[in-house]
C-alpha cells in the first residue's frame, strides 16, 4: 500500500496522475458492471485526479457520471481528463464537500466513493450517508472502495503500516473498521448488502437505501 494521492502530485498541466488508478479501475469495473443500474446518474464523491471517473464513463456508456471533489486542483484535473476523453455522458465536476449539509444536485440513481473515507475526517464519512441519503431513492446503491479494518479478518502489514502513515499525517485520518461504516451507514437508511474482496487487500461494500 502507498501513500495516498493528494491533488499536488504530478501530472501533465492541470491532468494530475493516482497511480494506484491504472491497478485498480479494471477490478473495480467489473464489480459495478454487478452493482450498478443500467441507466441513469451516477454521483462519484470524492472523484480526485478523475481518472476513475473517465475510465467509468467509458466503461458504461448509458450511465451518465457526475464527478465531484471538493478541492479545485482535483475539480481542475478532472475538467481535463474529461476534456481530453470527449465523452458524453460525462458531466462537468462539481465542487462537493461529503461533510457539507448541503450538495449542489438533486436526485441521482446511484452513488460510488472510492478511496475517500480513510484519507478524510470521520465526518465525511457521516455526511456521505447523510447526504446519499438525500439523492438516492429505495433499491439504489451506495458502493465504496477501499482499505477497511475489520473484526474476524487479519489486517495485512501493508494496511496496518499505511493506517500509522495516515494518522502521523493527519490524526482524523486513518483505515475505519467495517462495522463502523456500516454502524453510521444505517441510522440513514441503508441495509449493507455485500462486502467484495478486491485486490491490494482493499474491499468494495454495498449499501442498499430501503
Not at 472502495?145 to 502521523?168: H, K, Q
Request: glycine share 8%; proline share 9%.
Amino acid at each position: 500500500m502507498t501513500g495516498p494521492w493528494t491533488p499536488s502530485d504530478g501530472g501533465e498541466g492541470d491532468k494530475r496522475h493516482a497511480p494506484a488508478t491504472l491497478r485498480n479501475r479494471d477490478a473495480i469495473a467489473a464489480a459495478l458492471a454487478d452493482w450498478l443500474p443500467a441507466s441513469g446518474t451516477v454521483l462519484e464523491v470524492a472523484s480526485g485526479s478523475g481518472e476513475h471517473a473517465v475510465h467509468f464513463a467509458a466503461a458504461f456508456p448509458k450511465l451518465d457520471w457526475q464527478p465531484s471533489d471538493p478541492d479545485p486542483a482535483a475539480l481542475a484535473s478532472i475538467a481535463a481528463w474529461s476534456a481530453e476523453a470527449g465523452l458524453p455522458n460525462i458531466a462537468a465536476p462539481l465542487h462537493l464537500d461529503a461533510s457539507a449539509p448541503d450538495w449542489p444536485l438533486g436526485h441521482v440513481d446511484a452513488l460510488l466513493c472510492i478511496n475517500m473515507v480513510h484519507i478524510s475526517p470521520w465526518a465525511a464519512t457521516l455526511g456521505l450517508f447523510a447526504g446519499a441519503a438525500r439523492l438516492l431513492g429505495p433499491g439504489a446503491p451506495l458502493i465504496l472502495y477501499g482499505p477497511y479494518l475489520e473484526a474476524d479478518v487479519a489486517t495485512a502489514d501493508s494496511n496496518l503500516a499505511f493506517d500509522e502513515s495516515l494518522r502521523s499525517r493527519n490524526p482524523d485520518w486513518g483505515l475505519r473498521s467495517v462495522k463502523a461504516v456500516v454502524d453510521a451507514a444505517a441510522p440513514h437508511g441503508f441495509r449493507f448488502t455485500e462486502r467484495r474482496t478486491m485486490p491490494a487487500n482493499n474491499l468494495m461494500l454495498l449499501f442498499m437505501a430501503v
